[in-house]
């Protein structure tokens, strides 16, 4: 039995009688790449934020490695080891790209900062270092001094990335992570996130270009009208009438 770093039991979410998401069940195994799919308001995004504290569900209950995370505040669950980004990307406009990814490090590791003036000064650099060398790896060398504000939609999202990736995380949780972007800024994204599977991060990803989806995902959930309606590898997806139905008038799966 492969082992289960997030399960999401019975989840159930409404907006004004809306269901958004109904019976919601989903298990995620260490080290999978797991792909949410589904068509435009099936409910993904409200999936993600119902995981990281942002939505309490009706319902149901999340739980990471043993920690059951509803109920819990955001920054808590991201204690935890759970980072996101989201499907409208979320940075300091009035700082600069290096700046943005020194912050959610920092959050992380206050207390060593509060220990004495060295290691708040090494510790700044070792940082900073640390800082760069993730915003090389999202493809923003060069950029170190820009203004967040002043940055593209999809340099934005790769910066986003970068800010999660410095944490460190266990789980991370991307909303479209490639929504626009040019062809060649995903194939550089479906790439790096390639390369995070390889260090063995478990991801979730919630995303409508189905390129990027074959190109990463281990196992595959389809969410339509707010349930979970096909679960399986890419080429059981592939097949199923199920999925093929619920896409119908959107585009090829
Ligand atoms: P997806 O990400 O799959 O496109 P969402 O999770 O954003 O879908 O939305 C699912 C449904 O819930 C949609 O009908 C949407 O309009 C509705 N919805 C999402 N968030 C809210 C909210 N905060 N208030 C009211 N309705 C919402
Ligand atoms: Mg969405």
């Keep these: 039995m492969e082992n289960v770093v997030l399960h999401v039991d019975d989840v159930h979410k409404s907006f004004a009688g809306l269901h958004a998401l109904s019976d919601v069940d989903l298990d995620v195994r260490e080290g999978e790449t797991h792909a949410i799919i589904g068509p435009n308001g099936a409910g993904k995004s409200t999936l993600l934020n119902v995981c990281v504290g942002r939505l309490k569900p009706d319902r149901g209950a999340v739980v990471f490695d043993g920690d ?48 004495n003036a060295y290691y708040r000064i090494s510790g700044e650099k070792v940082l900073r270092q640390e800082a760069e060398s993730t915003l090389e790896d999202v493809g ?64 979730v990803i919630i995303e409508h270009d189905m390129h990027v989806v074959f190109s990463l ?17 890419p080429e059981e997806i592939k097949e199923n009438p199920k999925v093929k139905e619920a896409y119908l008038g959107e585009e090829q799966v």
Excluded: W, Y
């Design 68 to 115: 059951v995370l509803t109920g819990k505040q955001p920054h808590e669950i991201s204690q935890l080891g759970v980072a996101r980004v989201f499907q409208t990307p979320e940075v300091f406009p009035d700082l600069s790209v290096l700046e943005n990814v020194m912050i959610p490090a920092l959050s992380h590791r206050d207390g060593a900062f509060k220990l």
């Design 217 to 233: 995902a281990d196992r595959i959930s389809v969410l339509a009208g707010g349930r979970i309606i096909a679960q399986g590898t």
């Design 140 to 203: 923003l060398a060069g950029q170190f001094q820009d203004l967040a504000s002043a940055m593209s939609r999809g340099d934005k999202r790769r910066l986003e990335l970068a800010m999660c990736l410095i944490q460190k995380p266990r789980l991370l949780l991307l909303d479209e992570p490639t929504a626009g972007m040019a062809r060649h800024d995903t194939n550089a994204t479906i790439d790096l996130l390639k390369k995070i599977k390889a260090g063995g991060m478990t991801k």
